[in-house]
């Protein structure tokens, strides 16, 4: 059995969404998709891994929509990045999960005008696509990176294949604060 766990090929910087110190001596990378019901599992998770971590975490997330198993994915993405270029991404990312079954484009809209959003923006950038470009440059990223599935999460670059349990992750966060690979 190898002990090889793939490298983050892309990795983290100022592209990305993240919550959490940029000086945070571990970052934790979630490539997600927005139906996926793991995924929404994992996000309670990782919102208790990270106020149990404090500034020791950094938290990122790209999207990763499995499209052929998840036909509002994408939609949903694009909507992230509507809301992100706004300055709402987090507020929009925690709204799609917790309505994961409201994903059609008339529950985005009422989506963008609860977490705030100038609802008239948001929806011609959806219309125009212009957030599609990058949504699959991080979808690409993972491919290169060695994502097979959502959630994938990687840990100071590595990939993590351990539990996605809040004490699983916090266990591998502490191997890293330890400078062991996660």
């Known amino acids: 059995m190898s002990t090889y766990s793939?490298?983050?090929?892309?990795?983290v910087g100022?592209?990305?969404?993240?919550?959490?110190?940029?000086?945070?001596?571990?970052?934790?990378?979630?490539?997600?998709?927005?139906?996926?019901?793991?995924?929404?599992a994992t996000h309670a998770v990782v919102a208790d891994?990270?106020?149990?971590?404090?500034?020791?975490?950094?938290?990122?997330?790209?999207h990763f929509p499995l499209t052929n198993v998840h036909p509002h994915a994408q939609r949903a993405a694009e909507a992230a990045e509507a809301a992100g270029a706004q300055g709402r991404f987090w507020p929009m990312h925690a709204r799609l999960f917790e309505y994961q079954e409201a994903l059609e484009d008339g529950h985005l809209l009422v989506h963008a005008e609860t977490v705030g959003l100038d609802v008239s923006r948001f929806a011609?950038?959806?219309?125009?696509?212009?957030?599609?470009?990058?949504?699959?440059e991080d979808f690409m990223s993972g491919v290169r990176s060695g994502v097979n599935g959502t959630p994938t999460f990687y840990i100071n670059?590595?990939?993590?294949?351990?539990?996605?349990?809040?004490a699983s992750l916090i266990e591998g966060i502490e191997l890293a604060l330890?400078?062991?690979p996660g």
């Open 14 to 40: 100022g592209r990305d969404h993240t919550l959490g110190p940029a000086t945070a001596p571990v970052t934790l990378l979630e490539y997600g998709d927005y139906e996926c019901p793991h995924c929404r």
């Open 178 to 180: 330890e400078g062991s």
């Open 124 to 136: 011609r950038e959806l219309a125009a696509g212009i957030h599609t470009r990058r949504v699959r």
């Open 6 to 11: 793939p490298s983050l090929v892309l990795p």
């Open 49 to 62: 891994v990270r106020l149990r971590m404090g500034t020791l975490l950094r938290f990122a997330y790209r």
């Open 157 to 166: 670059n590595i990939r993590y294949d351990g539990g996605h349990d809040a």
